[in-house]
């Protein structure tokens, strides 16, 4: 294995995921990297067998994709993990599509 692929949510959960993802990448000596997916928020949803379509609410904060990269590199460095190992990329799209990628 050369490069591990680890989502990041920004949960409760992440910690421990980055804490198992640099055991395993040091016992396997590969690259890591941390992906944050923005999934866009749709403005229409269908709603029952008849499809109505009712307007989904909007955020009233729509996340900096810049500032979460900044806190993917933090979380980097926070956990020992060396630059040159690691590359945070965010990125806009449905996560299930964009992790596949």
Known sequence: MKTLLVSIDFSNSTEAVLQ???EL???LNAKILLLHVVEPVEAYVPVGASMDIITAPT???????NV???RLQQLAEKH???ATLVDCRTVVGVAVVEILE
Do not use: Y
């Open 68 to 70: 979460l990269l900044k």
């Open 25 to 27: 990448a040091s016992d």
């Open 20 to 22: 198992a993802a640099r």
């Open 59 to 65: 955020p009233d904060i729509v996340p900096d994709a």
């Open 80 to 82: 020992s993990l060396p």
